[in-house]
C-alpha cells in the first residue's frame, strides 16, 4: 500500500517524482491535466506533492524562499513621457528630448501606448485592473537621474493582485501570485570606463517606459525562479508588450532571496540587483541561499540589503543596506493627473489579446493528447505553437507531430544555430512526412535519413523518397524469399537461436535489413523470421 495519498477533493498539480519515490505506477491524463497514480490495490490515487526543494546545512535542511521584481521594457516607439525615441542602440544621447533632460518648466505627458500596453500585460498575467492609479515622485539622487526623482507608481499602482502558472519538470505546474505591475520610467546610464579621468552620461534610457512586475514570495527553489521567468517572458512576448531582450536589457530581474527552517516565518531577505538572465537568475538563488545559510549557521544574521550577484566568481557582494520606502519621499507627481480607466477600455484591451500560452498549452493537452511537458515546450513561443498547429494539421497525427518537432527538428536547428523562423523544413513538410511513415511508404528509421535530407535541401520527403528508391519493401514475397536465402545459409545460427539463443532474433533482422538497405518492412520481418524460425 503506498502511503501518504492526498485526499480525492485535494487539488494536485502532479507527482511525478514523488509517485516514483514510492514505486507507483504513473497514468497521465491529458483530460484533466493531472498526473494520476495507481497504488498497488489497483485504486486510482493522487498524491500531494512534497518535492521540496531543500539546501543541506550544518544544522539540517533550509527552505529557501523568492520573490521577483521584473523590469519590462515596454515596446512602444517613445518614452512614458515624452515624445523621444525609446529606440535600442542609438549613438549615446540621441534620443534626449528637453523633457527627459529635466529642462525647467518641461511637463511630462503620459504616452496612451504605454497604458494600454501596461493594462494588457495586467490582463495577461491574471491580474486586477485598477480603474484609478496615480504617478508619484520617487526622489533620490543619481548623477544619470537628471530630474532628481523617477516618476513611478506607488500606493495605487495601475495593476494589482493577480496570477500566472508556471512549468516545472515532469509537466508539473504551480500558480505564483502577483503582487502589483506599475509603470515608471528608466533610468539613464553613467559610463566610467570611457576616460580616466571623466565621467559621460548617456540619456537615451532616461525616460524609457519600464512595467515594475512584483512578483508574491512564492517560488520555493531556483528552478521555480527560472521558471517564473521564463513564463513571464514568454506572456509578454506573446501579447507583445515587451520584446523580452534579456541579453539587451528590455527585461531584467531583481531577485529577491530569503532562507528558513520548514515551517518557520519568513527570513529577511537580500535583494539581488539587475540579473539578465534566466541561467543566472537560478544561479543567483542557489549561491545566495548558500551564502545566507552559512552566515546564521555562523551565527550571524541576514542584513536586509541590495546585492550583485558576480556570474564570474560565482558570488554575491553587497552594494548598498536596502533603503525604506520612506527614505524616498514619495508624493504624487503634481504634474499629472490620476490616471482614470473605464470598462469600456478596459474591455477594449481584453479584446486585443491573443489565447495565451497557458491556454493554448491546456487545449495542445486536451486535443492533441500531447504530454504536459510536451505542450510546454512547443507553446513558449508563438511563432513554435503555430508552426507545430500546422504540421499536426497536415500530418494528421499530433503527438507524431510534436515529437518530430521537439525531438528532431529542434535537434537540427540547435545544433546548426538556425531560428525555426528559418527552418529549412516546412511544417507541411513535416506532416507529409509523417503521413509517408503513416500510410506505410517509407519506416520510421528511413524518416531520418530523410529528414536530414531535407534538413539540408528542403526537398518534399515524397521526392526525396522517389529519388533515392527509399520506399518501404512491404511484398511479403520479396522478403520471404530474402529470409529463406538466409536461414539456408546460416544453419549454425539457426540451431542456436532454437537451441535457446533467442536474441538471436535481432542479428536476423539486421541481415535483412542490411541487404534491402533498411527498406523492408520491420514488421513483416519480424513476422517471417519469427514463423520460420520457431518451427
Ligand atoms: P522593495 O521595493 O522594497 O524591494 P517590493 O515590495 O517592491 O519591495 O518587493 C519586494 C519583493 O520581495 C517582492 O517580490 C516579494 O515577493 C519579495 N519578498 C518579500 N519578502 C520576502 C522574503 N522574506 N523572502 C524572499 N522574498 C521576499
Ligand atoms: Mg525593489
Known amino acids: 500500500m503506498i502511503e501518504n495519498w492526498a485526499p480525492s477533493d485535494m487539488p494536485i498539480c502532479c507527482a511525478v517524482g514523488c509517485a ?41 535542511d533550509w527552505e529557501v524562499v523568492v520573490g521577483l521584481e521584473v523590469h519590462a521594457q515596454i515596446s512602444s516607439q517613445s518614452k512614458l513621457f515624452s515624445g523621444a525615441s525609446a529606440r535600442f542602440g542609438a549613438e549615446p544621447n540621441e534620443n534626449v528630448s528637453l523633457v527627459d533632460a529635466a529642462m525647467p518648466g518641461m511637463l511630462p505627458v503620459l504616452n496612451a501606448e504605454c497604458v494600454k500596453q501596461g493594462v494588457r500585460t495586467g490582463l495577461a498575467l491574471n491580474s486586477k485592473v485598477n480603474k484609478r492609479s496615480v504617478f508619484a515622485r520617487k526622489n533620490y539622487f543619481y548623477a544619470d537621474l537628471p530630474q532628481g526623482y523617477q516618476i513611478s507608481q506607488y500606493e495605487e499602482p495601475i495593476i ?13 505546474t504551480k500558480n505564483i501570485g502577483i503582487e502589483r505591475l506599475h509603470l515608471e520610467q528608466d533610468a539613464g546610464k553613467s559610463l566610467h570606463d570611457q576616460s580616466p579621468t571623466k565621467s559621460f552620461i ?20 531556483p528552478d521555480e525562479a527560472a521558471a517564473y521567468v521564463s513564463k513571464l517572458r514568454s506572456i509578454l512576448r506573446y501579447i507583445g508588450s515587451c520584446d523580452g531582450n534579456m541579453a539587451e536589457g528590455s527585461m531584467r530581474a531583481d531577485v529577491n532571496v530569503s532562507v528558513r527552517k520548514p515551517g518557520e516565518p519568513f527570513g529577511t531577505r537580500a535583494e539581488l540587483k539587475n540579473i539578465n538572465s534566466i541561467r543566472f537568475v537560478r544561479q543567483a538563488v542557489e549561491i545566495e541561499a548558500k551564502r545566507q545559510i552559512k552566515l546564521i549557521e555562523g551565527g550571524g544574521t541576514v ?21 525604506d ?3 524616498y519621499r514619495y508624493f504624487p507627481d503634481p504634474d499629472l493627473l490620476p490616471l482614470e480607466l473605464n470598462d469600456a477600455y478596459i474591455e477594449d484591451c481584453k479584446a486585443t489579446l491573443p489565447e495565451l500560452p497557458d491556454a493554448k498549452k491546456h487545449r495542445f493537452i486536451d486535443d492533441y493528447g500531447l504530454s504536459p511537458y ?10 513554435t505553437a503555430h508552426f507545430y498547429e500546422k504540421a499536426a494539421k497536415a500530418s494528421g497525427d499530433p503527438k507524431a507531430a510534436a515529437n518530430w518537432i521537439s525531438v528532431e527538428l ?24 509523417i503521413g509517408l511513415i503513416k500510410d506505410g511508404t517509407i519506416s520510421g528509421k528511413i524518416a531520418k535519413d530523410v529528414f536530414d535530407e531535407m534538413f539540408q535541401s528542403s526537398k518534399d520527403p515524397g521526392a526525396i523518397v522517389e529519388e533515392k528508391g527509399l520506399k518501404q519493401i512491404t511484398d ?60
Do not use: C
Not at 494589482?160 to 508539473?172: A, M, V
Not at 542584513?303 to 533603503?323: A, H
Not at 532474433?505 to 519480424?526: E, R, S
Open 476 to 535: 511479403t514475397g520479396a522478403i520471404e524469399a530474402i529470409v529463406d536465402t538466409l536461414i539456408a545459409e546460416n544453419q549454425k545460427q539457426v540451431a542456436a537461436y532454437r537451441d535457446g539463443k533467442t536474441g538471436l532474433l535481432g542479428w536476423f533482422v539486421g541481415q535483412v535489413m542490411k541487404q534491402t538497405q533498411g527498406k523492408a518492412n520491420p514488421g513483416v520481418v519480424n513476422q517471417l523470421l519469427r514463423s520460420k524460425l520457431d518451427t
Open 325 to 327: 520606502a520612506h527614505d
Open 303 to 323: 542584513d536586509q540589503e541590495t546585492r550583485l550577484f558576480d556570474p564570474n566568481k560565482g558570488e554575491t557582494r553587497s552594494m548598498r543596506s536596502k533603503e
Open 202 to 221: 548617456d540619456l537615451n534610457r532616461s525616460g524609457v517606459a519600464l512595467m515594475e512586475i512584483v512578483s508574491k514570495p512564492d517560488m520555493r527553489s
Open 20 to 60: 516514483r519515490e514510492v514505486g507507483a505506477q504513473l497514468v497521465s491524463l491529458g483530460v484533466n491535466r493531472y498526473i494520476l497514480a495507481y497504488d498497488d490495490e489497483g485504486s486510482l490515487r493522487r498524491k500531494v506533492p512534497k518535492m521540496a526543494y531543500t539546501v543541506k546545512g550544518e544544522t539540517g
Open 160 to 172: 494589482g493582485e493577480g496570477e500566472i502558472e508556471i512549468d516545472l519538470e515532469g509537466g508539473e
Open 410 to 433: 529542434f535537434g537540427r536547428l540547435n545544433k546548426s544555430g538556425v531560428a525555426l523562423v528559418d527552418s529549412p523544413i516546412s511544417a507541411e513538410q513535416i506532416g507529409a512526412l
Open 374 to 383: 510536451d505542450a510546454s515546450v512547443l507553446v513558449a513561443e508563438r511563432e
